[in-house]
Each structure stands twice: as structure tokens, then as C-alpha cells.
């Protein structure tokens, strides 16, 4: 039978901004501590017939996030594993829950899926606190996170899921790498990546050409364990994300994609440059004393 498709809307106070993810997982209903405690034999059973989850945070995107997800639904269709959508509202402003719970996330056609969750912010706190709240709530062996505007196609998820095969624990797509197809990019984002890039290369992850493509995929237990170490809740979560995992010896796999740029990009080229530099160095500091035999919950 079918799976009759569900919208779950999940509205709950947030911990200050200022504490450790670890919080979330305190916060967060029993059935969305997956990664985070001992599982329900149940809860077991449907996280390990999960294949695939898809987390995409949204923020004010009433105009895109619909055909988004039909395009995300279409492919996940004709997939032969089963795979569940989580949409994250950050708080907006616009129409963007309301239109995400008047989509069937999941149709008739799509059999034995997980029913489609909407977990909303209170208030708008951040991309990274986004992602963060959906990779705990995840249940499928592997999380990818994609950008709500599909800038990389969610086909694209097949250049990177062989990776893990290989013993990857996380694998990005970037738009550096050798055979990545990116479209040209307007001149000040091009300056303003370039710039960062350089930052990059110095103070966190030397060698990793592409931090910032909003295209990234985790085994489950390494994704519960980069969201509960967590503490930047903003653009640069990418960049402490690959900084943990360096830290903790992860092996990380950088894979070109396609990309193509898409108007209406919340990233400010001023505001958040200097944003991302300042949430480097404290990356940097937040993590110094991390190592690989550390657990999550002693850091």
C-alpha cells in the first residue's frame, strides 16, 4: 500500500543561540532523537529502511520551494529505495510554510515512503541551526542537505552516493572540482568566493577547494554527531562541518556537480564575508581541543 503522504508541523521553543546544538536534541520531540539516544525497536526498523533522507531548509520561499519539491518528489519516485523529505522553515516572514503543507510531499504513486515533515523555527535563526535541527531529526543511512533552489539538481545526489561505498564518511559536491559544470556566476559573487576561499585555505580546511556548495551528503551517525558539535548558526556551518570532521579523522570526498546560480540568493556579499570570517576563527577556537577519540557529548 501506499503511504498516505503527511506534512508534520513542528513548532518549538529554540535554546538561546549562543548553546551547543546539543540542545536541539533535548528539545526536540522523543521521535526525533534518532541519532541522539537509544532507538525504539520500531523506531529502528523504519530508520534502517531509509535510505536516503533530504533535509532543505527554506527561509522566505514561497516563490520557489514548491516546484522545488515536486522536482525533489519526481526523482525520489523513481528511485528504488525508500527516502523521506525534511523541509526546515527558519522563520519566514512569507507564505513558504503554508505552501509547503498544502503540497502532497509525497504522492500515491511513491510506495512504502516516510511521510514528509515540516519542522518550522519559531523565528529566524539561521541556516546552519536549520540543517542542524533536520540531520538530528534524519533517520535514513545517508542525509543530504541541498539549498532550497535546487541550484545543484537533487539528480546530482548519484554522482555522490558511490563515494560511501568507499568509506567516506561525508561527501560534498563542489563546483571546483575537475568535472563540476557551473554556470557563470555574477562578477561579485565570483570576487567574494575567491576571497573567501583564500581564508579557507589558511585557517580551516587547507586542501577542500569548495566549502560553501549547498549540496553536502553524511552517513547518518556522522551527520548526528557534526549537528549536536555544531555551533555556528550561520552561512559558515559548511566550513565547521568539514572542520569537525577533518578533526575527528572523517573521511571526506569532494565531487564535482552541476550548479547553476539562482536569483535571490540570501547571502549579503559584504554582511556575510566578514561573518564568515569572524565565525572561522571561531570555529577554530570552539574546536581546538577536539580529537578523534572524543565523543559528541564530552566536547
Not at 42 to 62: K, R, T
Not at 72 to 85: G, H
Not at 122 to 142: C, D, H, Y
Not at 234 to 245: K, P, R
Amino acid at each position: 500500500m501506499a503511504a498516505a503522504a503527511a506534512s508534520t508541523a513542528i513548532t518549538e521553543p529554540l535554546p538561546k543561540v549562543r548553546t551547543s546544538p546539543l540542545a536541539l536534541v533535548r528539545d526536540l520531540p522523543a521521535s526525533a532523537r534518532d541519532g541522539a539516544g537509544d532507538h525504539a525497536t520500531s523506531a529502528e526498523a523504519l530508520a534502517e529502511s531509509i535510505y536516503l533522507s533530504v533535509v532543505i531548509p527554506a527561509y522566505n520561499e514561497q516563490e520557489r520551494i514548491a516546484d522545488s519539491l515536486y522536482k525533489v518528489k519526481a526523482y525520489l519516485s523513481a528511485q528504488p529505495y525508500r527516502s523521506e523529505i525534511i523541509v526546515v522553515d527558519d522563520g519566514s516572514a512569507d507564505l513558504t510554510t503554508e505552501v509547503v503543507k498544502t503540497i502532497d510531499i509525497y504522492g500515491k504513486e511513491i510506495h512504502e515512503q516516510a511521510p514528509g515533515e515540516l519542522m518550522e523555527n519559531i523565528k529566524n535563526v539561521g541556516k546552519g541551526f536549520s540543517i542542524a535541527r533536520g540531520m538530528l531529526r534524519a533517520r535514513g543511512q545517508i542525509v543530504l542537505f541541498t539549498d532550497a533552489d535546487l541550484s545543484t539538481p537533487i539528480e546530482e545526489i548519484e554522482r555522490l552516493l558511490p563515494h560511501f561505498s568507499a568509506g567516506h564518511a561525508v561527501v560534498i559536491g563542489s563546483r571546483k572540482a575537475p568535472d563540476a559544470v557551473v554556470a557563470p556566476k555574477p562578477l561579485l559573487r565570483r570576487l567574494m568566493s575567491k576571497t573567501l576561499n583564500v581564508f579557507v585555505q589558511l585557517l580551516t580546511v587547507p586542501g577542500i577547494q569548495d566549502t560553501q556548495c549547498g549540496f553536502k551528503a553524511y552517513r547518518r551517525d556522522t551527520a548526528h554527531r557534526l549537528a549536536i558539535l555544531q555551533r555556528i548558526y550561520g552561512f559558515a556551518f559548511d566550513m565547521e562541518h568539514l572542520y569537525i570532521a577533518r578533526r575527528l579523522g572523517l573521511p571526506i570526498k569532494e565531487v564535482g556537480v552541476r550548479w547553476t546560480h539562482c536569483e535571490g540568493s540570501k547571502v549579503h556579499p559584504i554582511r556575510d564575508s566578514y561573518r564568515m570570517f569572524r565565525d572561522m576563527l571561531k570555529i577554530r577556537f570552539y574546536h581546538r581541543k577536539l580529537r578523534p577519540a572524543q565523543r559528541p557529548d564530552d566536547a
